[in-house]
């Protein structure tokens, strides 16, 4: 009971985080890149009081700006990252870590208010959900292929892989896309963008993405209209190395309001991400059959 109690839990925060993560890969520029999600609120894209405008000249427009963090991304092999806020009307917070070279590999711990914590780890196929020693196992190319298209579908499959670079290629289809100002977020100098995007924009960049860059796209896009959501305001923070600090991005989901920052810690250090011991882990394939029709 309580294994799958945790389950249910996991996979509906899961659904709400990857919701904006999803998002994040939708309108990548054909490469991988290299922009964000979101993490604690900070200025939004409708105050830009709080930074000193930017200078001037045509390197400092805010496409030159994404430009650059699509480029950089090309190079990034690791990453962590912080995820807070509000989604389908509950707190919702994570911290992540991300392996995209040489194999892909990401480890989510998540919490959402009044439920247990869990963490979810996605290697060589196979996620990993649960905590203090008991976990539960699903291969995602096994013998289910419904249930792993229903996991997919939450984003559990494609999570891992995803390069913060595309948000860069959403923000640069805004057409009110605009540089805010300078803003400093955790003591690092940013520089703030930020426009609105729909998902009509997003459809009309299909054609221009290669072939991994589109079903990635497509899916997030399936993700996005399931919840009922047309638009998303994003707001960037880009540091001067020109990599993503910070995105939050906003939405009205049918499910209610989306309220998400992310928060880059740091970039291509170190990232050990393992699979649990084996006596502790409990194949969720094995387990259906095992209960039958499963606890309720």
């Known amino acids: 009971m309580l294994v799958h109690r945790k389950k249910k839990t996991a996979m509906a925060v899961l659904a709400a985080v990857l919701l904006v993560g999803g998002a994040t890969t939708a309108c990548e520029g054909g490469k991988k890149d290299d922009g964000g999600k979101a993490a604690a609120a900070t200025p939004s894209a409708a105050a830009p009081a709080a930074g000193k405008p930017a200078q001037g000249g045509a390197d400092a427009t805010p496409a030159a700006y994404l430009e650059k963090v699509k480029k950089k991304s090309e190079d990034i092999t690791s990453l962590r990252y912080t995820m807070t806020g509000t989604a389908e009307g509950q707190p919702v917070s994570m911290d992540a870590s991300m392996r995209l070279k040489p194999s892909v590999a990401m480890s989510m711990k998540i919490s959402a208010q009044g439920q247990e914590g869990a963490e979810i780890r996605l290697l060589d196929g196979t996620m990993y959900m649960g905590s203090e020693g008991k976990w539960l196992k699903f291969d995602m190319k096994g013998a289910d292929p419904q249930a792993a298209k229903q996991l997919d579908s939450l984003g559990a499959g494609s999570a891992a892989g995803e390069n913060p670079g595309d948000r860069a290629g959403d923000l640069m289809g805004a057409k009110d896309l605009k540089?805010?100002?300078?803003?400093?977020?955790?003591?690092?100098?940013?520089?703030?963008?930020?426009?609105?995007?729909?998902?009509?924009?997003?459809?009309?960049?299909?054609?221009?993405?290669?072939?991994?860059?589109?079903?990635?796209?497509?899916?997030?896009?399936?993700?996005?209209?399931?919840?009922?959501?047309?638009?998303?305001?994003?707001?960037?923070?880009?540091?001067?190395?020109?990599?993503?600090?910070?995105?939050?991005?906003?939405?009205?989901?049918?499910?209610?309001?989306?309220?998400?920052?992310?928060?880059?810690?740091?970039?291509?250090?170190?990232?050990?991400?393992?699979?649990?011991?084996?006596?502790?882990?409990?194949?969720?394939?094995?387990?259906?059959?095992?209960?039958?029709?499963?606890?309720?």
Request: net charge negative.
């Open 179 to 296: 540089t805010v100002g300078e803003e400093n977020i955790d003591g690092v100098k940013t520089k703030h963008v930020a426009g609105t995007v729909s998902l009509e924009q997003m459809k009309a960049s299909l054609a221009a993405l290669t072939p991994e860059a589109r079903q990635r796209q497509e899916k997030s896009i399936q993700k996005l209209e399931g919840e009922g959501i047309k638009t998303m305001n994003i707001d960037m923070w880009i540091d001067e190395s020109d990599h993503t600090k910070q995105v939050r991005t906003r939405a009205e989901s049918a499910k209610g309001p989306m309220d998400m920052t992310m928060k880059f810690l740091d970039y291509n250090k170190p990232v050990d991400i393992s699979a649990p011991p084996a006596d502790q882990v409990m194949d969720l394939a094995q387990l259906g059959k095992d209960s039958g029709s499963g606890e309720g």
